[in-house]
């Protein structure tokens, strides 16, 4: 077993709410433990968004895409902090802010290995520089691109199963925020 799987999580409330722990391992056993997670998305001046295609070796999803970043605080940390060390371990990569855009709720079955993801999950956007430099770790990571998010909508459209169930959701969060949010670099 990886040895993430054996770190803590926060089990929640529908509300957000603590409601206990977990290992991570447990937490994702059917029929899945509603616990607290954060989705990374970082956007470069041009407005396109970095994705990751997920390790092989990952116990969920495993060769799908998704968001730069995922992961679970440790219960009773900061969001911001832990997903701020996540894309270190992940990427190489600091960002100076992190903003929350909001909280998307689901619950996703992997046919593959039959864990469940059910999340709390905390969208979190961040802003990097045009040809910023990525450390992928082959651990997590199998590969890196930017995407646009007109291309990325008619991706997802087209053939969803590359992707990670919650992506979409995720690029929702973003989505209603947009209007206030410019993506282009003005």
């Known amino acids: 077993m990886n040895e993430r799987e054996s770190h803590l999580v926060e089990l929640v409330t529908e509300r957000g709410e603590p409601d206990g722990t977990a290992t991570v391992a447990a937490a994702h056993e059917w029929p899945g433990h509603l616990h607290r997670a954060f989705s990374v998305l970082l956007v470069d001046p041009h407005g396109r968004f970095l994705l990751q295609q997920r390790a092989a070796g990952k116990t969920r999803f495993a060769s799908r895409w998704g968001n730069a970043c995922c992961g679970h605080p440790a219960p009773g940390s900061d969001v911001s902090v832990a997903a701020q060390r996540r894309l270190g371990e992940e990427l190489g990569l600091q960002v100076p802010v992190l903003r929350q855009l909001g909280v998307y709720v689901y619950r996703a079955g992997d046919a593959r290995t039959g864990l469940v993801e059910h999340e709390y999950d905390h969208v979190l956007l961040g802003r990097v520089t045009a040809g910023v430099a990525l450390r992928a770790d082959p651990a997590e990571i199998d590969d890196v691109r930017w995407v646009g998010f007109e291309d990325l909508r008619q991706e997802l459209n087209e ?10 959701g995720v690029l929702s969060v973003w989505h209603r925020d947009a209007p206030t949010e410019p993506i282009d670099g003005r």
């Open 159 to 168: 053939d969803p199963a590359r992707y990670v169930p919650w992506l979409p």
